[in-house]
């Protein structure tokens, strides 16, 4: 299939390269953006996020080695006092010219209860770290995000979700946290203690405190059936409802000036196991992009290119324990904004974001990405109080993404759409406080243990202006 392909673009290209002078065009694209300094005027190293689009030079990099260090440390270090995970966030909820804080060290399984199928976890355990960690003691998150790169700590604290219906985001199975509150106070919350902590700081942003333990609710291991494949938009778009009925975890991936999305399901199965094959997404990717330089400027020759090497694509099926099916590699960088609206708004909403990608915003070729979640209590989660369909669009990295803003955002907040916490979006205090009826009660905590503003960056101020 993929040599199908590459003769299908190859010939495309031939046709294509002179007839439309697109070379000039191609290489100004592909050039890789210039980047900020790696040492400023003061000789302070730059940090960066995974997209590139958020950076700063932090007086202060610190990596507590445990919990005690870690509260020794907050109460007299440089503000603003920013952790870090894997740098997967989209937005500046990180840059700081104040202190960096990693919690690195602060990983692994600390303690385990097989009968209650808990397994208390340091913050800075990586999601691809924690699936085997845990598989080794028979338990499984059935939820994962698309990458695993994230730590637990910051996927938490920006409500990173996977997709499922009747399935939470990853907050929605913590029982129980460990904050160090800025002046180095170490809290224990969960339901019974400090109850208004842990149902404000469960999605926090790092603004509340920093979280050094989580102790999460998991299921048994189980081994699932992923299946991909590649199917109309237009009739996934009118069964999706169903669909997510039918599967454990269900999502799909439009992909624009096709006519086609890709449906990936799991599902839990006896079936013997069939190890996922090698990463064929960034082949995929590049071939959209290929797709997209030669067609821009007449989508009716790209959408039958694309008809050429999608139309009878194969399923991809793999059977494998779930962590090591759910999430992805994803080397192609990109800019991200995703939003979560009530279910019954996502489809006519994602119909109207593909008319308008499709008739204004041609150079677009990365799929958009839809998910359902569960709705869970955490007072600043997007998916308080109800279930939710998320939406998310992307952009390459080395190319504007105005288009986001400019089209696609006005659709979602139309909807009453809430913005993912690590991602694109506009938004200000003022919005916020209408999407979440608790927001006020969550900057009554947050004002509580941060009286002094020490964890908040610009960014964050804007976010919780009344706190």
């Not at 590459?6 to 694209?29: D, F």
């Not at 598989?135 to 996977?162: F, V």
């Not at 409802?241 to 991936?253: G, W």
């Not at 030669?294 to 959408?303: M, W």
């Amino acid at each position: 299939m993929t040599t199908r392909r590459k003769i299908l673009l190859g010939s495309a290209a031939a046709v294509a390269a002179g007839a439309a002078g697109l070379g000039g065009r191609v290489a100004l694209r592909n050039r890789d953006p210039v980047g900020p300094p790696p040492i400023d005027a003061e000789g302070r190293a730059l940090w960066s996020n995974w997209s590139g689009i958020a950076h700063s030079y932090p007086a202060r990099r610190a990596a507590p080695a445990d919990e005690a260090e870690l509260a020794r440390l907050l109460p007299d270090t440089p503000v603003p006092i920013r952790p870090v995970g894997a740098g997967h966030s989209f937005n500046a909820i990180v840059p700081t010219e104040g202190t960096l804080l990693s919690l690195d060290r602060l990983s692994g399984i600390v303690a385990s209860d097989d009968k209650a199928m808990t397994a208390t976890v340091g913050a800075g355990t990586k999601l691809s770290a924690l699936g085997p960690t845990l598989a080794e003691i028979g338990q499984e998150m059935i939820n994962l995000p698309d990458i695993d790169k994230q730590t637990l700590g910051g996927a938490l604290a920006t409500g990173t979700h996977g997709t499922g219906k009747g399935v939470p985001a990853l907050h929605g199975r913590v029982t129980g946290m460990r904050i160090v509150a800025p002046d180095g106070t170490v809290i224990e919350c969960n339901r019974d203690q400090r109850p208004e902590v842990f149902d404000a700081a469960r999605v926090g942003l790092g603004a509340f405190g920093v979280v050094s333990q989580v102790t999460l609710h998991n299921w048994p291991l189980s081994r699932v059936k992923k299946v991909v494949r590649v199917v109309d938009t237009d009739t996934l778009l009118d069964q999706w409802p169903a669909l997510a009925e039918q599967h454990r975890n269900a999502e799909f991936l439009v992909l624009p000036f096709t006519g086609k999305s890709a449906l990936v399901t799991h599902d839990v199965t006896d079936e013997p196991v069939l190890p996922r094959g090698p990463d064929v997404d960034t082949d995929a990717l590049m071939e959209l992009k290929t797709l997209r330089d030669l067609f821009e400027f007449t989508p009716a020759l790209r959408r039958r290119f694309a008809a050429h090497f999608l139309d009878g694509a194969p399923p991809e099926i793999a059977v494998d324990e779930g962590w090591k099916l759910l999430a992805n590699a994803r080397p192609v960088r990109f800019k991200e904004m995703e939003y979560h609206l009530p279910i019954e708004q996502q489809v006519a909403a994602l119909r109207e974001i593909i008319a308008r990608i499709e008739r204004e915003a041609k150079d677009v070729f990365f799929p958009i990405e839809a998910r359902i979640v569960a709705p869970d209590d955490a007072w600043l989660s997007p998916f308080n109080g109800r279930e939710s369909g998320s939406i998310a669009v992307h952009a390459y990295y080395k190319e504007a993404n105005d288009w986001m803003f400019d089209l696609v955002e006005p659709v979602l907040r139309e909807a009453s759409g809430r913005p993912h916490w690590g991602k694109l979006h506009s938004l200000a205090a003022p919005d916020l406080k209408a999407l979440y009826p608790m927001f006020a009660e969550a900057m009554a905590v947050r004002r509580s243990l941060d009286p002094q503003g020490r964890l908040l960056n610009p960014f964050l101020s804007r976010l919780f202006a009344d706190g």
